[in-house]
């Protein structure tokens, strides 16, 4: 079927165009059927950027523990993550807009969905295992509701048997929206479906799927980069918007502004929202899913100075006059816009 630029879908036929460009569409079917999906290297990137991440992962762990940092006695029975990975090295940044990854992210959530944490994980020898367990932000046992909330996307940096201790997915788990009870994560402990994968490949799935590890039977370290996504107007695990810098902004594409969530509309002051602001934002780097909120997977361009910091706004402060003026512009916006769309009805119609 061809995928025209069809309004009444939003932003959701630009991203299926490109993720069947990227030959997705097997991983979009997995996604819906089974709750997670494995992408090979082939489909994420060239082997020199696995070497890179391995690299820049490596030299970050000998930084933050020394020159143990990379021993294997260190990290024996140890399966540990490692918080806010994102400015330790430019190509983590890369990493969170990768298309493939990206785009079923995006698929999952929204196109204008934001980074929620960047870790990596870093596990040794022996029977320590991550329990069966679900994403959702609400560890109660209720149901929970129907439309993922957030998303994670493991970036393996060395490959991944059962026995070197991979990830593992209890599949269709998705679609039961709630919590796994003590009970039932003894269960699957040892029933879930390990992912066996090469370095380089990457595993995406969404909130509700239940998941957890196997132990490391093998020698050496087993390594792992994470970025975990969210839809917008939810607290992120990590502080992006408040440490993100200009030069960061600069060095990556617009879409990676909007991964930080530098063009937010909140928290609200009481003079209301940065219209201007917002008005002049290149797409990508704000909230909506329209067809034209969208920005292509593929635009790797550096933003060079087209998106900035978000301001610091004085939200204790009421300017009066201002918002008054905000407020006209934003109805006479609103009104031009629906006068657009008549037009242009009117035009296809005669």
């Known amino acids: 079927m061809e995928i025209g630029d069809w ?117 040794g020898p022996g029977e320590i295992r991550t329990g069966i367990h679900g994403d959702y932000l609400d560890p109660a046992i209720n149901a929970q509701p129907e439309r993922v909330i957030n998303c994670n996307m493991h970036f393996m940096v060395t490959d991944y048997t059962k026995d070197d201790g991979a990830i593992s997915f209890v599949p269709g788990s998705h679609m039961w929206r709630r919590q796994v009870t003590a009970g039932e994560a003894e269960k699957w402990a040892d029933q879930a479906v390990a992912v066996e994968a090469p370095a380089g490949s990457m595993v995406i799935w969404g909130n509700h799927t239940w998941h957890g590890s196997y132990p490391k039977k093998t020698p050496g370290l087993r390594m792992t980069l994470q970025c ?40 609200f002051g009481k003079s209301d929202w940065d219209i201007e602001r917002q008005a002049n934002a290149e797409p990508g780097s704000k909230g909506g899913q329209s067809i034209n909120a969208y920005r292509s997977l593929f635009d790797m361009e550096p933003a060079s100075g087209r998106t900035t910091l978000r301001p610091c706004y004085d939200y204790m402060h009421h300017d009066g006059k201002m918002t008054s003026e905000r407020n006209a512009e934003r109805a006479q916006r609103m009104k031009a816009a629906q006068n657009g769309a008549q037009d242009q009805e009117r035009s296809k119609s005669s």
Request: glycine fraction near 6%.
């Open 228 to 267: 975990e996504y969210m839809r917008r107007r939810h607290q992120t695990e990590e502080a992006y918007r408040e440490t993100v810098t200009q030069e960061a902004l600069d060095r990556n594409p617009v879409r990676f502004a909007g991964l930080m969530d530098v063009y937010s509309l909140f928290p």
């Open 7 to 123: 309004k009444s879908t939003g932003s959701v036929a630009l991203l299926h165009r490109e993720l069947r460009q990227l030959g997705l569409d097997s991983n979009i079917a997995e996604l819906s059927s089974f709750g997670f999906t494995v992408v090979p290297p082939e489909k994420v990137g060239p082997p020199e950027f696995v070497e890179e991440v391995r690299e820049a992962l490596e030299k970050t762990m000998l930084r933050r523990y020394g020159p143990d940092g990379l021993a294997p006695e260190r990290w024996a029975n140890v399966n540990d993550i490692q918080r806010f990975m994102l400015w330790e090295d430019p190509v983590f940044e890369r990493l969170s807009y990768n298309p493939a990854g990206l785009g079923l992210a995006q698929y999952l959530l929204g196109t204008d969905c934001v980074l929620s944490l960047c870790a990596a994980w870093v596990k």
